[in-house]
């Protein structure tokens, strides 16, 4: 017991201090979705604002027009997009579902660091210590959940600085739920990776997998709004109740969605971790030295 909390232990701090050592890691994790931020939240969310609209372009210069107060139908227009939104203007809506997609991007970074210590020989390393194998991987999975974790929480700070609809009360539940999802996902990257010798491969079929389970979780669009056979889809994706969950603890958004709560969400999720941390720990178990 005492090797394998060893381990388990040696193996998060080797991949927080990885983290620690890697700016360019930290950097690339960060950027990408605050390029998402910038060119989706500004460009949509003048968009989805009423202040962007002309009335005239929507009651046109008839005689009925003349009665019509410009105002009124600003007034009308917004509280329809606070409506698809869930009470938050875009960028809000935006930046919350932000701060899942960090943790769920860096999630996969794990399955690259396996490939990679595969190349340089650290992992044969760990295939024969005399600790357990599955406190190693599981020290892999939690350390690197604690970083996307972090980096998420990063986002989230950052976001304060640009909306003033988060609920700085709401982050450490938040990142309770966004712990929760990187450890299913990471545990999925291990997994995959572990059948893969190259990066390339890899990095396709991780691709492959992020781009549709990105765009039907609710990040950039509600759930609401897709077609009926993408909202399927969206249910029985785990990132949608990160979105869900971390959406509702930040901004108070909710669904409309009748099974949809945070309790539901949360319960979902840990299903999810739980069942491909399992799968990761015995893909590890079965891993061999020449793999």
Do not use: H
Not at 18 to 37: E, K, V
Not at 40 to 57: D, R, Y
Not at 173 to 187: E, H, K, R
Not at 273 to 288: D, H, P, R, V, Y
Request: proline share 4%; aromatic share 12%; with cysteine.
């Amino acid at each position: 017991m005492r090797r394998e909390l060893d381990a388990l232990i040696a193996l998060i701090y080797r991949q927080l201090k990885r983290w620690a050592i890697s700016r360019s890691r930290l950097i690339s994790t960060i950027i990408q979705p605050l390029l998402w931020i910038i060119f989706l939240g500004i460009g949509f969310g003048t968009v989805f604002s009423a202040q962007s609209i002309e009335p005239s372009n929507l009651i046109g210069n008839s005689t009925v027009a003349r009665y019509i107060d410009p105002t009124v139908v600003k007034s009308l227009i917004s509280r329809y997009f606070k409506a698809v939104f869930g009470g938050i203007d875009y960028m809000t809506f935006l930046i919350t579902g932000m701060a899942s997609m960090t943790a769920f991007i860096g999630s996969f970074i794990s399955g690259i660091s396996v490939i990679w210590d595969k190349q340089f020989g650290f992992l044969k390393e760990t295939l024969v210590a005399p600790a357990s194998r599955k406190a190693v991987i599981l020290g892999r999975v939690i350390g690197d959940s604690i970083i996307n974790t972090v980096q998420s929480l990063i986002i989230i700070l950052l976001a304060l600085l640009v909306s003033n609809q988060i609920n700085p009360w709401g982050i450490p539940v938040a990142l309770l739920y966004i712990f929760i999802m990187s450890l299913g996902f990471t545990s999925l990257g291990v997994a995959i990776s572990l059948k893969f010798s190259s990066m390339e491969g890899f990095q396709m079929i991780v691709n492959i997998l992020t781009m549709p389970l990105m765009f039907m979780s609710g990040v950039f669009y509600p759930i609401n709004t897709m077609p009926d056979w993408m909202k399927i889809i969206a249910f029985m994706n785990p990132l949608t109740y990160c979105v869900y969950g971390t959406r509702y603890w930040l901004a108070g958004v909710r669904s409309n969605i009748e099974f949809m709560n945070p309790a539901t969400s949360l319960a979902i999720l840990t299903l999810f971790s739980g069942i491909f941390t399992i799968i990761a720990m015995f893909l590890f178990e079965k891993a061999t030295i020449e793999e």
